[in-house]
């Protein structure tokens, strides 16, 4: 297995301009995340989708957008790209479904897209 | 989900036993205590995860104390590849609320030589 796969590695965007981040996982997973994380800071969560369909929103959403068209893929979309936004970005899955691995199927994090926006 | 408190960073000598101190003094009954570390610019990677009983894996041990106020991770003989940034999330679900889990700021360990 791959696990999760985060495509492209680095990217510099201009003010204003859009791209989406992609994210993959081949373990089935139903839960998918997204994080970023600041220079020296902790993750935060931008959005979060618990099945293929499914999208909800985490605590800065503001800027992003999703889908989740399919249990293997959750693209992560910038629109209108600012400097604020720059910063790396993980995606994530878990299994998820069932009641023992909602406690006890832990997080698999890609290696993360990181992004400048100048 | 309650919040944790972590010392910022620490050291350990190589092959010795890193014992990570974590204090959730706030954690409610059904709340689990995840550990997570993060090496240099990759993707944090899961480690132990336990709710009340003492809990061992392959890659480390976690102690968590009678009250559940607090819990110790230890890594049994370190080694120079396990340098990077501990993480000590308290949430009822692996996968957090709406919130997602609570990553802080972390323990940056440091193993020397």
């Known amino acids: 297995n791959a696990g999760v796969t985060q495509t492209p590695k680095f990217r510099i965007l201009k003010i204003g301009q859009s791209m989406t981040l992609q994210c993959t996982q081949d373990?089935?997973?139903?839960?998918m995340y997204w994080y970023r994380q600041d220079p020296g800071m902790g993750l935060k969560l931008i959005y979060y989708?618990?099945?293929?369909?499914?999208?909800d929103k985490g605590e800065v959403p503001n800027g992003y957008n999703v889908s989740r068209s399919t249990t293997e893929d959750f693209p992560l979309r910038l629109e209108l790209a600012a400097p604020s936004q720059t910063s790396v970005y993980f995606c994530?899955?878990?299994?998820?479904?069932?009641?023992?691995?909602?406690?006890?199927?832990?997080?698999?994090f890609g290696n993360g897209t990181r992004l400048t926006v100048t | 989900d309650a919040k944790t408190t972590q010392p910022t960073s620490m050291d350990c000598a190589e092959g010795r036993a890193a014992n990570l101190p974590c204090n959730h003094s706030?954690?409610?009954?059904?709340?689990?205590v995840y550990w997570y570390r993060q090496i240099h610019s990759q993707g944090p990677q899961y480690i132990i995860h336990?709710?009340?009983n003492n809990e061992t894996n392959e890659m480390a041990s976690l102690i968590i104390t009678e009250d559940r106020k607090s819990s110790t991770l230890i890594l049994p003989h370190a080694t120079l590849r396990d340098t990077a940034v501990y993480y000590c999330?308290?949430?009822?679900?692996?996968?957090?609320?709406?919130?997602?889990?609570?990553f802080g700021k972390g323990t940056h360990l440091i193993i020397q030589p």
């Open positions: 994530a899955s878990s299994h998820g479904q069932g009641e023992s691995r909602i406690y006890n199927s832990p997080l698999h």
């Open positions: 373990m089935n997973h139903n839960y």
């Open positions: 989708s618990v099945g293929a369909g499914i999208t």
């Open positions: 706030t954690i409610s009954g059904n709340e689990y």
């Open positions: 336990g709710l009340k």
């Open positions: 999330i308290v949430s009822r679900f692996s996968g957090g609320g709406a919130d997602g889990l609570t």
